[in-house]
């Protein structure tokens, strides 16, 4: 199969995954191969920036080009999709004028180096509209691609609704014509897509003798308004009524698809949805697919897709062939010349896509999509490096990288380790709460479950004392108070410096510490001083060791009562403070609404979209 141009206006981006067949598996990548299409143009995709979303920019094996509305939010916009397999292009530019700017550049398109110019732009005088150049490009209403092959324009033009878009109407078509008018002087083959909101011809649109009857006027009359005289003067056997205008002289497009159907009656894109007119085939034929006359004979179909829903136009489709006849008369590979050199020869591919060919103005390069890491990976299990290492280190700096012990059960039990045998080596400096230190393990592998912690009775593998986990909230929200006095009156745990006795046995000495010497030798006398709540403290309570057995000792006399005024300012801090009312797709406030009407509902509260 050759290389299908798909041109489709889907009334906002997501609005086909409301229909079948897009909405039993919701992903662009499962639409493009559902319509077979290459290159898809999308017209109307009604987004912002903060609209795009990882699943219509990081499509996998296809790259995408945006161009959306400077000021209008959720208003027009234009996007263009190509499968990264089979075409590559070599420029991407936003507008028709050439008057905006790269991303992260000041330099207008057509100020930049020849080389990487697309060019065609309109020189002064070729627009004599009172509408600015920047203004005509402000809608996002255009994205333009450059093959080796040929320029590609998608494009959605100003619909007609009343008086006072007339003049950025007819400014944004003029436009148009003079850029597909320069390219083809250039030497360049063309191929211009998009919703075009022009009827070209009678056979374009349905009941059009009702509608001359009841509004007086003749066919001449209604192929002479300023849009239809442009198309029919663009196209090669468009109905031109009196002499061509200046600059207009000779037509430069081919309507591809009226090409492949020159008489079909009822052809329609386009239906009126507030009419119900799509059943009864009532509509106009708007969209097209347009070429020059250089590359007409590459075209092997062209057809619409009146079948498919999704909005209130179909897809419109041409195909290229697999081999074409360059102007020499030699027959070329089309995948040779839709991709940079060195990618094919001979219809062979040389060399993978890759990222490095992204041009500046793809979708993936923006800051929020580019180099973005997968979730997969954030969860893999990677090899437990050396604690001396310089890779433990987070970003080449002296600190340990403490997320890296919670993905990797290694890690944890290493510095676990570390942690125990360094307070042990050193007791006459104080264990750091900004240090933070890990426990050691349960003796398995597989993760406590959240609801049930407990002791951890390992011994880790210096020898230390076991190791206690957290059990309370409260634990979050008070700071930890170092304990003087060495390992044998605190151990740290993620910074909380929780109450020990353990059982120090060297050579010479076997020590043990009973549960009331530890009583009246520990500064700690108040729960709050070491960072969890008092009804916690039956469960924590210190562990008395001795170096034949471990049996813990009593529970502590009496709970304390937690201070509810300090504990509601812990909360508070835990949950950001005023709560931020939800927001709606629209940016707005949601509102909750009660319904007061007699009936089942009556009293039932809820929050309707706005």
Known sequence: MGLRITTWNVNGIKNPFGYQPWREN???????????????????????????????????????????????????????YTRSSKCCPIRAEEGITGVLCPPNSSTKFRELPTDQQIGGYPTPGQLSGSIDEPTLDSEGRCVILEFPAFV??????????????????????????????????????????????????????????????????????????????????????GH??????????????????????????????????????????????????????????????????????????????????????????????????????????????????????????????????????????????????????????????????PGASFRDPSIRASQASVASSSTSASPEKPCSPSKRQIAPPPSSSRPQKKSKPALSKEKSGSGSGPGLSQRSLMGFFKPATPTPGGPDSSTTIEGLSLPATTTTTTTTTTTTTTAEEEKNKSPVKNSKSVGFADDDMEDDWPVTVSSSSTKPSSPPPQAKFIDPIESKESWSKLLGGKRIVPKCEHGDDCQTLTTKKAGINCGKSCTPHQ
């Open 26 to 80: 919701r992903t662009f990548q499962s639409m493009f191969d559902k319509l077979e299409a290459d290159i898809v143009i999308m017209q109307e995709t009604k987004i912002q920036r903060k609209d795009l979303t990882d699943d219509m920019v990081l499509v996998p094996g296809w790259d995408v080009y945006f161009s959306l509305p400077k000021y209008k939010k959720g208003y027009s916009g234009v996007a263009i």
């Open 152 to 237: 590609l324009i998608g494009v959605y033009s100003p619909a007609t609704r009343d008086d006072t878009r007339a003049e950025f109407r007819q400014g944004f078509i003029d436009a148009m014509d003079v850029r597909v008018r320069n390219l083809v002087a250039m030497g360049k083959q063309v191929v211009l897509c998009g919703d075009l909101n022009i009827i070209r011809s009678e056979l374009d649109t349905a009941g059009l003798q009702d509608r001359l009857r009841k509004e007086g006027m003749t066919l001449d009359d209604f192929l002479s308004t300023p849009s239809r005289r442009f198309l029919n003067q663009f196209v090669f056997g």
């Open 240 to 401: 031109v009524v009196r002499d061509r205008d200046e600059g207009r002289e000779e037509p430069v497009m081919w309507d591809i698809c009226r090409e492949f159907h020159p008489a079909r009656p009822g052809m329609y894109t386009c239906w009126e949805t507030r009419k119900n007119a799509r059943p009864g085939n009532y509509g106009s034929r708007i969209d097209y697919v347009l070429c020059s006359s250089g590359m007409k004979e590459w075209f092997i179909d062209s057809n619409i897709q009146e079948g498919l829903l999704g909005s209130d136009h179909c897809p419109v489709y041409a195909t290229l062939a697999d081999t074409v006849k360059s102007n020499g008369g030699v027959e070329i590979h089309m995948v040779d010349i839709m991709n940079p050199t060195s990618m094919f020869e001979n219809g062979q591919r040389l060399r993978e896509w890759s990222a490095k060919d992204l041009l500046p103005a793809s979708a993936k390069l923006i800051p929020e999509f580019d180099r973005r890491q997968s979730i997969r990976d954030m969860f893999s299990k990677k090899a437990a490096p050396s604690i001396d290492s310089p890779s433990h280190t987070d970003s080449g700096s002296n600190t340990p990288n």
